[in-house]
C-alpha cells in the first residue's frame, strides 16, 4: 500500500515563491528536491523556535502580494559597484574563473549545492530553511581556496550576480597559516525579489581570516544568508556585519571550533528604520578545549524591527572555554523595537561564559554635557551615536577598513538619524 504525504495548505506568497523557483528553469535535477521539501513543509512562522522572531511566512506574504507583483520581479541595475575597501579583487561569484587572482588564491565555478536536509541550527527544522530557498532557486556556486601560508595583502570582495534576484553558493577555504580578508558585498535596487547566500568557510590550524559583510539592500528587497566556518587550532577567525539596508532581512553565523586554540571575534551593526525587519541569528559551537570567543553586536533603532539571537554551546569536554556574547540597543524612536535573546548552553563545568542585552535610549547626561559646551543638540546627537557605533567598528585595528565602514554608517545616519 502506498503511503501518501500530506502536503501542508500554503500562502498565496509561498505558492509564488515556489513558482520564481521553479521558473529558473536549469539544473531542475539539483532544484528538484528542495522544492518538492519547500511544497511539503513551506516556510516556518513563529511556532518554530529558530525563527520566533521573525515569522518568515507571513513576513514574506507582505511582499509578495499578488501575480502582478510577481511579474516584476527582475534583476536590478547592472551598474558597477565600487569596492568597499580600495584595491581589492572582486569575484563575481556567478562567474569566478574571470577574476585577476592574488598568488596563492584559486576560484572556480562549481555544481555543488548547499546541503539544506541538515541544519546547523539546533532550533530550526529537519530541514535548513535558507540552504533549502539557495538550492531550490538554483543558486550560482564557486569555490574559492588561498593555499596554506599565503599571505593574501589584497581584500578579496565576493559579488553575487547584480540584481536583487540573485542566489549564490560559495565555498571558500583557507589553508594552514594563511591569511585573508573577505567583503561579502550585498547590494541591489528596490524591487522585492527574494534573495539567498549561502557560505562555507574553512579556516585550517594557524589561519587568520577577517570576513566583512555588507548588506545594503534596497528599502523592498528580501535577502536571507548564512555563513557557516569551521576554525582550526590556534586559528583566528574574524567577522563584522553591517546591516543598513533591506525590508526583510536574516543572516545566520554558525560557527563551530574544531581545534584548540581557536579564536572567534564576531562584531556587528544593525541600522533600523521604518519598515524594516532585520534579524541577525549566530551560534557558536565550542567542541574541544581551550578556545576563546567574543560577540559583540550594536543596534541603532530609528523605526522597524530588530533581532538579535545568539547561542553559545560548550560541548562536554571542551574545558577552558572563555566566551562572552553581547547586544546593546539605542532606540531612538518609539516606532522601533528590537528583539535580543541572547543563551547559553554549556555541557562542561570548567569555563568563563557570559551574555548579556542592554536597550536605552541616549543618556541624558551625556547629551547635557556636550549641549553645555556649545554643541547643538543634533550634533550632539549624532556624536553619541557614532560613538556608540565606532566602539565595535574600531576594534578591527585596521585604519582603511575602519574608514571604509565608518563612511557607510555615517552616510545612514546622515540620512536617517
Known amino acids: 500500500m502506498s503511503v501518501v504525504t500530506e502536503l501542508k495548505t500554503r500562502t498565496p506568497a509561498e505558492t509564488q515563491l515556489l513558482q520564481l523557483a ?47 507583483a510577481v511579474a516584476s520581479l527582475k534583476a536590478g541595475d547592472d551598474a558597477i559597484l565600487e569596492p568597499l575597501l580600495a584595491n581589492s579583487v572582486v569575484i563575481c561569484l556567478d562567474d569566478p574563473v574571470s577574476a585577476h587572482l592574488p598568488d596563492g588564491v584559486m576560484a572556480t565555478s562549481s555544481s555543488s549545492v548547499a546541503d539544506w536536509q541538515a541544519s546547523p541550527n539546533h532550533l530550526d527544522r529537519s530541514i535548513d530553511t535558507i540552504r533549502a530557498l539557495s538550492a531550490a532557486f538554483g543558486a550560482s556556486s564557486a569555490k574559492i581556496a588561498v593555499s596554506s601560508k599565503t599571505s593574501v595583502d589584497t581584500p578579496i570582495e565576493l559579488r553575487p550576480a547584480a540584481g536583487s534576484d540573485s ?27 527574494p534573495s539567498t547566500g549561502v557560505s562555507t568557510l574553512t579556516i585550517a590550524d594557524r589561519a587568520n581570516v577577517l570576513w566583512i559583510v555588507d548588506q ?31 525590508g526583510l532581512v536574516r543572516y545566520e553565523v554558525h560557527a563551530e571550533t574544531v581545534g584548540e586554540g581557536a579564536d572567534v571575534q564576531i562584531r556587528g551593526a544593525n541600522l533600523l528604520k521604518d519598515g524594516q525587519h532585520v534579524d ?15 560577540e559583540t553586536f550594536r543596534n541603532v533603532v530609528t523605526g522597524g524591527h530588530g ?10 569536554g571542551a574545558q577552558k572555554t ?7 540597543s539605542l532606540l531612538l524612536s518609539d516606532e522601533g523595537d528590537f528583539s535580543a535573546k541572547p543563551e547559553l548552553e554549556i555541557f562542561a563545568d570548567d569555563v ?49 577598513i575602519v574608514e571604509a565602514l565608518e563612511a557607510r554608517i555615517d552616510t545612514w545616519l546622515d540620512t536617517h538619524a
Open 352 to 400: 568563563q561564559c557570559g551574555h548579556g542585552a542592554t536597550a536605552g535610549e541616549i543618556d541624558a547626561d551625556h547629551l547635557f554635557y556636550l549641549m553645555s559646551r556649545g554643541i547643538p543638540e543634533a550634533t550632539a546627537r549624532a556624536l553619541l551615536v557614532k560613538a556608540f557605533l565606532g566602539e565595535v567598528v574600531e576594534e578591527l585595528e585596521d585604519e582603511a
Open 280 to 294: 541577525v541569528t549566530t551560534t557558536l559551537n565550542h567542541r574541544v578545549p581551550n578556545t576563546t570567543a567574543t
Open 322 to 328: 572563555d566566551a562572552k556574547m553581547a547586544c546593546n
Open 307 to 316: 533581532v538579535f539571537q545568539g547561542m553559545i554551546k560548550v560541548a562536554k
Open 216 to 246: 545594503e539592500k534596497g528599502a523592498e528587497a528580501s535577502h536571507l544568508g548564512q555563513l557557516n566556518v569551521t576554525i582550526g587550532a590556534d586559528a583566528v577567525f574574524r567577522l563584522f556585519v553591517l546591516n543598513a539596508g533591506g
Open 22 to 68: 521553479e521558473a529558473r528553469g536549469e539544473n531542475e535535477n539539483a532544484r528538484r528536491p528542495a522544492i518538492e521539501a519547500l511544497r511539503r513543509d513551506g516556510l516556518p512562522t513563529r511556532k518554530v523556535e529558530a525563527w520566533h522572531y521573525t515569522d518568515l511566512r507571513a513576513l514574506v506574504g507582505r511582499r509578495i502580494k499578488d501575480d502582478a
Open 167 to 193: 542566489h549564490f553558493y560559495a565555498q571558500v577555504s583557507v589553508g594552514e597559516g594563511a591569511s585573508a580578508t573577505f567583503v561579502e558585498r550585498l547590494e541591489g535596487d528596490g524591487s522585492p525579489a
